[in-house]
């Protein structure tokens, strides 16, 4: 009897030690075949199946963190968390009409959760884990296909799709560019704006990226439309518009970069798939080429010496503490800050 109470109790223990394990943040590193092979480069590996009870693949769309370093990820599971005590996976509301994968992910300055689909946006609150859903079905939007949604630093948060930006106030998304009347006709086509930063600000001014120019945007008296024409642009096809911790501009063209700072245009060509994170600014360096950092105004291709399993990837983030991580397939990995220094 004794010695099958103990065998019970051996297998009880080490039922605990895998819960534990399924719900650690840090990973196992050794027995792990996406362990980057040069690890003194990497400080956390995270391999989301692990968090989601699937034998079907898992993949991870987009990431954030909030103000309490709570991971949050799209998958084509739903809204996962994981915080450093458990983990939680949030179904997305049924929309008739079918639901559709969430893609983009932004955490407002009230750690409000802002997702996108390419029919609906979605709020979701942190805090009682409840969801508000705003619709194309709903005559909200004139079109599907929204970029990921802006917070600005004051809290006011907008969305574009291929018509017009919105503006979130009173619980609710109202029109506040119409671009047509900014640029004096209907845009074409944007392509889906669903992974991309179409708006930033800087000085009050929305600068917000289309396919026909940048339109600069204060009030419905105040706004410039700037194409080839009549400013430094390098293309009117602009794909994706942010900006960085030292309120520099960067415009993405798809095939070279710019950077506005003090009024100076500078092009930086053969450089694609831009991502602003805080201090980070990286890109492709050329096709089929190792991704480069933008440090001290040099471009830097760090991922050659130190990345060898992450050089492709789908988003670069930062968490609550400045570090930068990277998301690949089913996998996040956190990038010790000395590398990038």
């Not at 995270?46 to 898992?58: A, D, G, M, R, W």
Request: aromatic share 18%; hydrophobic share 35%; net charge negative.
């Amino acid at each position: 009897m004794k010695k099958i109470n103990l065998i019970l109790y051996v297998l009880f223990i080490a039922f605990l030690t895998s819960c534990e394990k399924q719900y650690s943040i840090y990973g196992d590193h050794e027995t792990d075949p996406n362990y980057p092979e040069n690890s003194n480069s990497i400080e956390e590996v995270l391999n989301i199946h692990n968090y989601i009870l699937t034998s079907e693949y898992v993949y991870v769309y987009d990431f954030a963190f909030d103000s309490k370093n709570t991971l949050w990820a799209t998958t084509n599971f739903g809204l996962l968390k994981i915080s450093e005590k458990n983990h939680e996976l949030f179904q997305v509301p049924y929309s008739e009409g079918g639901s559709y994968p969430l893609s983009t992910i932004t955490i407002d300055k009230n750690d409000y959760i802002w997702l996108t689909s390419i029919k609906n946006i979605y709020k979701f609150s942190s805090i009682n884990n409840t969801w508000a859903t705003y619709s194309y079905d709903d005559g909200v939007f004139f079109q599907t296909g929204y970029s990921r949604v802006f917070c600005d630093s004051e809290g006011k948060i907008y969305v574009a799709d291929a018509h017009s930006v919105y503006e979130f106030k009173n619980e609710n998304w109202q029109e506040l560019i119409r671009f047509e009347n900014v640029t004096g006709e209907l845009l074409p086509y944007m392509g889906n704006p669903g992974s991309r930063d179409v708006i930033t600000k800087k000085d009050d001014f929305l600068w917000v990226s289309t396919h026909r120019g940048l339109v600069k945007y204060k009030n419905d008296t105040c706004f410039e439309f700037l194409t080839t024409e009549n400013s430094d642009i390098a293309d009117n096809m602009v794909y994706a518009i942010h900006i960085d911790s030292k309120n520099r501009i960067w415009i993405d063209y798809e095939t070279r970069l710019q950077v506005v700072e003090n009024n100076i245009w500078t092009t930086h060509e053969n450089k694609y798939k831009l991502r602003v994170c805080g201090d980070f600014i990286i890109s492709d360096g050329s096709f089929n080429s190792d991704i480069v950092f933008y440090i001290n105004n040099n471009w830097a291709e760090l991922f050659k010496d130190y990345f060898f399993n992450i050089k492709t990837y789908s988003q670069a983030r930062i968490d609550a503490e400045n570090h930068l991580w990277f998301s690949r397939d089913n996998y996040l990995y956190k990038i010790k800050s000395e590398v990038l220094l």
